[in-house]
């Protein structure tokens, strides 16, 4: 492609661009071939300029970098786009570069309930009959694809070469996770959207964003930045009130269709839930007709999730969403029932790794529980210290009986973790091993009981000290349960 197409595409001055003919497009210099457009980024760890050198010594055909960045001295000179925010510039030329994307293209934020509905809305899809994707923390779902990268909102390079990819096989629909961190980076900017929903906002990667404003800022770009005008925008009008007056603000400055969910909400109204022995049913009004809707699915969160699926994709073309609700299944690591014991107790297997989640988890196995309800938990490392008691406290006011293990703890000393999280959780029992705390709360449930095994979900690994093992919770509890897996 001429690299004058790609700097009109990202709205950048052309007159830089020559003649040049770009082949491939990155932000790593390590995979620079000749004819690769490099795109120096600064980033958290290292600075991309300072490896326009060696790009350009792998034969890179032209360089973007942010406003004011100087050429190298002694390197022979290839084309310099400057860009005041290279990392946008950088997502609208690889949205020109790989042209086509799935035409109904649905992006879902929020700090939990991505994923869940991002498959859900896949489900329902696939459901109709329609060939359908959802893309973020479990990878590429589509038939026929590979998972891939497993970031929940992929780089915009890579991002873009999967949606042609999907458009060229005939998928025309896919639902895709916009987390903070991807939104921040412009990770979206060139994806064209068809409509978006925000599920809610509470505490997680202050770490990243520096305070609960700069992070629901990120959260909100997708709606005051990324929505076409006149686009549906569903919210769950059950979050905080200050982020739903944000939104609704953004939606009337903006002329989206705004579309409400939950029990406050306008489009679907939820007015009662009751619970099952695996399920629930849900009493609605949708469209302003009163009727009831029976879910495969156990917990408030997940019915939430639900109705924010069938929202995005009534807005965007399938008004049978409702009628294959009860037809969907459960996701991978999100309440996921592993083994049952043989007196009754039961096992779940979750991802919830924020103190909301936590909450939302406990509370929506509560009414499930007829002896004690036990949680094994963590949290990660270098991420976030500051929830790690507010982890503690969730689990210390809703469980019975707290194990407190390690998740992820990276590169930090897992010990200190456990102990931030026991400062708000004092009667929990401490086992760093996870297999092993496991295994001591599973050999301590007694008939009634149900325990969770909360934070890592579907992930396949465990990562101590920076290196990365093997590790699948819902595995281990089927072993020890003798359970096939
Ligand atoms: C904090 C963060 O999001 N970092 C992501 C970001 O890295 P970065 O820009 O900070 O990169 P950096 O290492 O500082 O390097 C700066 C630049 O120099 C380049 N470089 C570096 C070395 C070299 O030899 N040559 C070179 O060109 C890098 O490619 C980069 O462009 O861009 C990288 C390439 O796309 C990502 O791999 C990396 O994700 C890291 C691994 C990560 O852990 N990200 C997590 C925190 C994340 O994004 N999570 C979110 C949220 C999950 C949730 O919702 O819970 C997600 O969407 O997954
Ligand atoms: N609507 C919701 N409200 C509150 N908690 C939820 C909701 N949906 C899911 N959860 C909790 O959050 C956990 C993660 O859910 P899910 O993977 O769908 O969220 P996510 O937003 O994709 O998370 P991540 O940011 O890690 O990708 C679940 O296992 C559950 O404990
Ligand atoms: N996308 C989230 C996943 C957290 C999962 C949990 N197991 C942990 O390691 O903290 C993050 O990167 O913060
Ligand atoms: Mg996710």
Redesign the pocket.
Known sequence: MRLVDLTRAAGLPGEAAGLAEVTAITADSRAVETGTLFAALPGTRADGASYIAEAVARGAAAVLAPSGTPWPAGIAPVPLLRADDPRRALALMAAAFHAAQPATLIAVTGTNGKTSTVDFLRQLWTLAGQRAASIG?LGIVAEGFPPGPTL?TPDPVTLHERLAALAAAGVARAAIEA?SHGLEQRRLDGVRLAAAGFSNLTR??LDFHGGMDGYRAAKLRLFDTLLPAGAPAVFNADMDGATLDWLRAIAARRGLRRIEVGEAGREIRLLALHPQTTGQVLEIEAGGVPQTLELALPGRFQAENVLMAVALAIATGLPEALSLAPRLVGVRGRMEFAARLPNGAAVYVD?A?TPDALERLLMALRPHVTGQLHVVFG???D?DPGKRPLMGAACARLADRCWITD??P?GEDPALIRAAIRAACPDGIEIGDRAEAIAVAMAALRAGDILAVA???H?SGQ?IAGVTLPFDDAAVVKRLAGVAP
């Open positions: 923390t929940t987390s997680d990667h991802y790794h949290a990660g490392g991420r998740d992820n990276r934070g890592k979900g992930e990562t």
